[in-house]
């Protein structure tokens, strides 16, 4: 199995566990589901060398989005909610547009 696909697996799996501990407010699931997120990263599966400044800043975005979901999503892991904005929903909503922004990293990686 190639890197990109073990990498979509994990995203995955840690998408239907984020989604899962949202909505059921079971927060302990939330480490079980960030670990599947960040194990791309040290196994070097989502390491993207050698290519063109454009697919470096769209990864340094994609970085810097998932950086900001999971603040987010740290703070939900305390508070529900900041003057009724729901943080389990932000922190899913932010994850996904993380997630879309890693999709679009590796399309221009692979072009």
Known sequence: MDKISKTLICVA??????????IYNYKPLFLIAAFFDWLP????????????????????LHGIVTL???????AWLFTSSINGIDLGYLFLETWFIAVILGAYTTSRACM
């Open 13 to 22: 799996i840690a998408g239907l566990l984020f989604i899962t501990t949202v």
């Open 41 to 60: 990263l040290p196994t070097g599966w989502m390491k993207i060398s050698g290519s063109n400044e454009k697919v470096r800043k769209a990864g340094m």
């Open 68 to 74: 900001i979901a999971y603040i987010i999503g740290i």
